[in-house]
Nanobody, 116 residues
Framework: QVQLVESGGGLAQPGGSLRLSCAAS????????MSWYRQSPGKERELVAN????????TYADTVKGRFTISRDNAKNTVYLRMNSLNTEDTAVYYC?????????WGQGTQVTVSS
């Protein structure tokens, strides 16, 4: 079964940290570039971070640069998003995305809420 399953979301205090995970199954994980997107109520879904299929290249939205780190473990078919120095503007549903030349896949999303 082809699926992406996110985990690790929850409630964090401003200045706190969370680590999101996205486990892939049913695909050749190492063929796919992986990304994290997020969507807040009333806003469009936005790209947060992207990592190439080999992990050798990463890009970040300006709003998270220096605070978030994307990484992947191709042996575990998993991509991670380490989020530090969280602020209330980071509150959103975070989605995992897998993209190859032939297919794009989305996870179901995990809620991240930053609040004191």
């Amino acid at each position: 079964q082809v699926q992406l399953v996110e985990s690790g979301g929850g409630l964090a205090q401003p200045g706190g940290s969370l680590r999101l995970s996205c486990a892939a199954s049913g695909i050749m994980f190492s063929w796919y570039a992986m990304s994290w997107y997020r969507q807040s109520p009333g806003k469009e879904r936005e790209l947060v971070a992207n990592i190439s299929s080999t992990g050798g290249s990463t890009t970040y939205a300006d709003t998270v640069k220096g605070r978030f780190t994307i990484s992947r473990d191709n042996a575990k078919n998993t991509v991670y998003l380490r989020m530090n120095s969280l602020n209330t503007e980071d509150t959103a549903v975070y989605y995992c995305n897998a993209a190859s030349t032939h297919r794009t896949l989305w996870g179901q999303g995990t809620q991240v809420t930053v609040s004191s």
